[in-house]
């Protein structure tokens, strides 16, 4: 046995699947990416899942079936115990059950350990990125939806299963119609998803944009986070105004949430938060001051550290855990 073991760590995306294979440190030693599946259902994203590993382990000089464990955080109802995904709305046809866990072990063969994508974020900042220095915090993941985590006393409060539904803090009592069907939801106005649906109206209606041109431009079919930081460095017009309106929601959803929690420090990830990074970091702090009630002390705002690779370190970390407890 060598005594080095390697992990997979996969960050299923609405937009892509991101994997890492990592060292004992953590270090990540070999990475994969590719789009997440626009059609069919959940065994093409596990397929997806499992091709993104072998390249990755590839990339490592190492092969699937050696590595320690693997560990995935993923959208939707995440029940470990069985293995099983729910109701992963981002995904396609993902609405019922998937045996996700299954799948996997029976394509690649080791462990494999599931976690909701956000939490297990959460967690590798707190562990090993920009939350180090605290026993509280918010994460917040500005990306297609806009998720939390919440750390306190060191630990990851999970309610009865379901806390830190941060993009669903009500900024506007009959706002919005936001994707989870509800009204005024924080994400109806910050999460990229809504944020392209309305894009898509505005340009329909006859409003100029560049947006859909950069989006054709770069072969993609889907507003990335990449394309609104090229249309908002154009100063495009209807970027601008909807990413002002994004920071705006966002102030006042995430201000409202320290309210309640008065935590040391908000860590700011996802692919529009690590995308657009430190001048909307700043944006952010700012947008949240006149809702802030201790407003002579506001919690930081800091980026994410581990950025891009955060959910898929994320998932290792879950996935070396769980060999603990074994
Ligand atoms: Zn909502």
Redesign the pocket.
């Known amino acids: 046995m060598p005594d080095m073991t390697l992990r997979a760590g996969v960050d299923l995306g609405g937009t892509k699947v991101q994997t890492v294979v990592v060292d004992e440190q953590f270090q990540v030693l070999g990475q994969h990416r590719l789009p997440t599946p626009t059609s069919g259902g959940p065994q093409d994203v596990a397929d997806t899942i499992a091709e993104t590993i072998r390249a990755a382990c590839t990339e490592a000089e190492a092969e699937a079936s050696e590595l320690g464990s693997i560990g995935v955080g993923s959208p939707g109802d995440v029940d470990d115990e069985n293995g099983i995904v729910t109701s992963a709305r981002n995904l396609p046809g993902w609405e019922g059950s998937f045996p996700l866990a299954g799948a996997l072990q029976g394509a690649l063969g080791p462990r494999v350990s599931l976690g909701n994508d956000v939490n297990v974020a959460t967690m590798a900042e707190f562990h090993l990125g920009s939350g180090q220095p605290y026993s509280s915090l918010l994460g917040v993941f500005w990306g297609t939806g806009v998720g939390g985590g919440v750390v306190l006393d060191g630990k990851l409060w999970l309610g009865r299963d379901a806390a830190g539904e941060i993009?669903?803090m009500v900024v506007k009592v009959g706002g919005a119609k936001?994707?989870?069907?509800?009204h005024g939801?924080?994400?109806?106005y910050a999460g990229r998803g809504a944020m392209e649906i309305r894009a898509r109206e505005l340009f329909k209606k006859g409003e100029q944009t560049d947006l859909f041109k950069i989006m054709e431009k770069r072969g993609r079919e889907r507003l990335t986070s990449g394309i609104w930081a090229r249309a908002l460095v154009r100063q495009d017009p209807m970027a601008v105004r909807l990413v002002d309106r994004a920071i705006e929601a966002l102030g006042a959803g995430v201000a409202s949430a320290v309210n309640l929690l008065d935590v040391e420090a908000v860590i700011l990830g996802g692919g529009l938060g690590v995308r657009l990074g430190d001048p909307y970091r700043k944006r952010l702090e700012h947008a949240m001051l006149p809702h802030v009630f201790a407003d002579t002390r506001p919690p930081p705002v800091l980026l994410a550290q581990l950025g891009d690779l955060g959910g898929a370190i994320g998932a290792a970390l879950l996935a070396s855990e769980a060999e603990a407890v074994q």
């Open positions: 993009g669903h936001c994707p989870c069907g509800r939801c924080m994400e109806a």
